[in-house]
Every structure is written in structure tokens, then in C-alpha cells.
């Protein structure tokens, strides 16, 4: 997972997840299957999964965020998408960072989030 500071704001930039790894479709499966309960679609579709890193050896680092940073939910929800992630067979381990930049928008739900939120 790759932290690297963008020169002109100073706002840290995410990595792209590790897409080419075999368990990564499951891990975003898993994502899927996690609810903001306030929001009736997917923490995946909702765009508040950033990345889903996966190791060689099958270990998950993914970097998340929540709507607002005071979301009811905000000590929650991280150790819901773990425990949603460890359930993936063949992962060894999950950790879930929580981060607040850059912050989540409305441009970063899916085409199916705004379509069910009724945003097209």
C-alpha cells in the first residue's frame, strides 16, 4: 500500500489495488456484501473501498473511508469489511486502514449506487 504525497496539495494519493491477484474479485465480493445502514447500496459501490492490496502470501491491507467522519458507524464499519474479507477462503490475515483524505465525494459511487440512489 503506497502513501505518496501529491506536490501540488499536499493530499496523499492511493494506490491502485492489486487487481491481478486471484482473490482479489472475492475480496471486493466480500466488500460488496458490507452496508452503510443508512445508505441502501454497497460500501464497494458507494466508492468508500479505496484499495484492496493483497500480498503474495494472501494477506489483505485495504484502505477505506465513510461518507463523513462522523458517520455513526465510524468505529465500526472497518472491522465489519475485515470480517467480511477474512470469511474470503484462502486469505491469511486482513487489515483495514480508516482515512479521511482524500475525502469521499459523490463521483466516487459506481454507476449502479447512483442508479439505485436514483442519481441518473
Do not use: K, Q
Amino acid at each position: 500500500m503506497t502513501h505518496a504525497p501529491d506536490p501540488v496539495e499536499g493530499t496523499p494519493l492511493i494506490a491502485p489495488s492489486s487487481t491481478d491477484h486471484p482473490l482479489h474479485e472475492a475480496a471486493v465480493e466480500a466488500c460488496r456484501s458490507v452496508f452503510d445502514p443508512e445508505i441502501p447500496v454497497n460500501i464497494y459501490d458507494l466508492g468508500l473501498i479505496y484499495t484492496i492490496e493483497i500480498s503474495p502470501e494472501n494477506d489483505v491491507s485495504a484502505i477505506m473511508t465513510l461518507t463523513a467522519p462522523g458517520c455513526p458507524v465510524a468505529g465500526e464499519m472497518p472491522g465489519w469489511v475485515e470480517e467480511a474479507i477474512s470469511g474470503v477462503a484462502g486469505v491469511r490475515s486482513v487489515a483495514v486502514e480508516l482515512v479521511w483524505s482524500p475525502p469521499w465525494g459523490m463521483e466516487m459511487m459506481s454507476d449502479e449506487a447512483r442508479l439505485e440512489l436514483g442519481f441518473m
